[in-house]
């Protein structure tokens, strides 16, 4: 049990290259003509992108437990890890693009004296887009050990420890619309509540995951079809400004499609149709990376290396892509799409570049809370140590 299992870290690495190119296709949303075919293709290549929350709280769940239960961590040390891993990146890059906001003219300077403005930012996750899943980590980091101890001692199969997650969720669902009424729900881990539990329980029984991936397809496959189904039009409706006949693209569609997306969208029947979609493509992506891992080909290797580095390419992501985004287009569609692609691969090369650097440099554990390990010619801290400690 003291190995990690490649297909977690693959996992991440999957999940990593899906926050990219969801962001790189919400920027190409804004940069093409509302009424074009172009303009439809990407937001819905968007909405369908629209599951990394949920998939990081899961395998973060998974991840975590695995740690604790194989390492046999004091939760002292799990704290302290939990801080220099997540609490000071986050604490420190809020810093930057809240500097970066003002360098790039999104905000006035005086923003940054303004105490308000700061304790929306560091309570809320808000000092740039992205950052608010930090603050959800934080919160499953103070549940954890309960949601862990609980699992560890009712021991259930899948199937009711699904049915029991969902009922939690849509009680989670009930008291912050009853109660809380919160200005940003998904910040708050009361919005995922059923992907963390999952989480835990796999990170419990992951050696017998491929058993239970043996029956959990036959409902986890037609929760993310019936998922992507019902919640991607809704999701493309709450994006539309106008009555979906006034675009152009609304002539390629059939009639059925129209007169779905032109219902009003009910938040709840949103929410429940997300939450099918996701809860069925997390587990649809833990099953493939478990395939993955077996091949341990080309897709694998990348995909782990990717996985290793997800939270440097995180961070560093959202002010490469704010760069582009104050590029002015010009030229054909062809040529556009050409170069939103070559956009999305250039940013993940800058950001693994710059994750080498900051490891060569020494400063990447801490700027990133992580040491760098898995990027070529960067060996484990461990490595370094123990190297250290032959030579004397």
């Known amino acids: 049990m003291s190995k990690r299992d490649p297909s977690l870290d693959i996992f991440r690495g999957l999940c990593i290259a899906e926050v990219l190119l969801h962001h790189v296709s919400a920027f190409a949303t804004r940069k093409t003509d509302p009424a074009s075919l172009s303009h439809f293709g990407y937001l819905v290549f968007n909405r369908t992108l629209h599951f990394a929350v949920p998939a990081f709280l899961f395998i973060m769940g998974a991840l975590l437990t695995r740690t604790m239960i194989s390492k046999r961590r004091t939760w002292r040390d799990f704290y302290t890890r939990r801080a220099q891993q997540t609490l000071v990146p986050y604490l420190l890059w809020s810093l930057i693009y ?3 906001r003002v360098l790039t003219a999104q905000d006035a300077p005086d923003v940054l004296l303004d105490p308000g403005r700061w304790r929306v930012w560091l309570l809320w996750g808000k000092a740039y887009y992205h950052l608010y899943f930090l603050v959800i980590a934080l919160q499953l980091y103070l549940v954890f050990p309960f949601l862990m101890g609980v699992l560890q001692r009712i021991k259930v199969g899948i199937g009711p420890l699904l049915v029991v997650a969902a009922g939690l969720q849509l009680g989670g669902y009930w008291v912050h619309q ?3 009424h919160s200005r940003y ?3 708050l881990l009361l919005w995922h509540v059923l992907p963390v539990i999952v989480g835990v329980w796999v990170g419990l029984n992951l050696e017998r995951w491929s058993e239970t991936w043996l029956r959990l397809r036959y409902l986890a496959i037609p929760m993310a079809l019936v998922g992507w189904a019902t919640y991607v039009p809704q999701a493309i409706t709450r994006e539309l400004e106008d009555p979906v006949r006034t675009y152009n693209w ?14 009003p969208v009910d938040t709840f029947h949103y929410q429940i149709a997300c939450w099918i979609y996701t809860t069925g493509i997390m587990f649809c992506l833990l099953g493939f990376s478990r395939w993955v891992a077996t091949s341990n080909g080309w897709l694998a290797r990348g995909a782990l290396l990717l996985g290793m580095q997800s939270m440097q390419i ?9 760069l582009w985004s104050m590029v002015e287009h010009s030229g054909s569609t062809l040529v556009f799409h050409f170069t939103t692609i070559l956009v999305a691969v250039t940013v993940l090369l800058v950001a693994l570049g710059v994750a080498w650097v900051a490891a060569r440099l020494g400063v990447s554990l801490l700027i990133f809370g992580r040491d760098g390990t898995g990027l070529p010619g960067i060996p484990p801290r461990r490595a370094v140590a123990n190297q250290g400690a032959s030579s004397r």
């Open 314 to 322: 995180y961070l560093v992501h959202p002010l490469l892509l704010h």
């Open 98 to 100: 809240a500097v970066f």
């Open 178 to 180: 009853q109660w809380i």
């Open 185 to 187: 729900p998904s910040t």
């Open 250 to 263: 609304a002539a390629y569609l059939p009639q059925v499609v129209i007169r779905v997306l032109e219902r």
